[in-house]
């Protein structure tokens, strides 16, 4: 069965970066593009980009272009996400989500969640 | 683009129905089927109920459905259970990116 598996949580100072990972398993991993989702206490989810595993080619959210990087390794069926220049306000739960079999779709299944949060 | 207008909450009865709608512009809700619901209850990841509008996946309730009228789509749950208190966020995308709601907490009575 499919499963997207994230890294732990994790505490970072401000003006660091996190890079949180996303292993999944159970499908074609190169065959469904995978997203990245926000979620900071107590709000709703915010979208952040996509990664296209099968060539790595990505697209992010304008408000994170230039903060956000996602990568891929297919050797290990894990995509990652790397958060630079960080805030108090980027304190939040990160999820990946894959999508159908277009970039730009529904997410239907979705990692634990990757707690982040940032603190002096 | 800015987020999906959503009520911030709704509230029923067990048994009854109620609609949860999501306001778009006819840029991304009025111009593409590609609007999903999620369920999220606390601590947990969000499920997807509904996509493509009117689609459930295998194994959500019938009870859930979809549709949509010009830049608005709706979610209705008819037939109120106790579990289904939790938030629900609308989704639209277009071919670039993908908008969120913000958020609706439902509440069983």
């Known amino acids: 069965q499919v499963q997207v598996v994230q890294s732990g949580a994790e505490v970072k100072k401000p003006g660091a970066s996190v890079k949180v990972s996303c292993k999944a398993s159970g499908y074609s991993f190169t065959s469904y593009y995978m997203h990245w989702v926000r979620q900071a206490p107590g709000q709703g989810l915010e979208w952040m980009g996509l990664i296209n595993p099968s060539g790595g080619s990505t697209s992010y959210a304008q408000k994170f272009q230039g903060r956000v990087t996602m990568t891929r390794d297919t050797s290990t069926s894990t995509v990652y996400m790397e958060l630079s220049s960080l805030r108090s306000e980027d304190t939040a739960v990160f999820y990946c989500?894959?999508?159908?079999?277009?970039?730009?779709?529904?997410?239907?299944?979705w990692g634990q969640g990757t707690l982040v949060t940032v603190s002096s | 683009q800015s987020a999906l207008t959503q009520p911030a909450s709704v509230s029923g009865s067990p048994g009854q129905s109620i609609t949860i709608s999501c306001t778009g512009t006819?840029?991304?809700?009025?111009?593409?089927?590609?609007v999903s619901w999620y369920q999220q209850h606390p601590g947990k990841a969000p499920k997807l109920m509904i996509y493509?509008?009117?689609i459930r996946p295998s194994g959500v309730s019938s009870r859930f459905s979809g549709s949509k009228s010009g830049n608005t789509a709706s979610l209705t749950i008819s037939g109120l259970q106790a579990e289904d208190e939790a938030d629900y966020y609308c989704s639209s995308c277009t071919s670039t990116l993908v908008l969120f709601g913000g958020g609706t907490k439902l509440t069983v009575l």
């Open positions: 493509d509008v009117i």
């Open positions: 989500a894959t999508s159908g079999g277009v970039p730009y779709s529904y997410f239907d299944y």
């Open positions: 006819s840029s991304d809700v009025g111009d593409y089927n590609s």
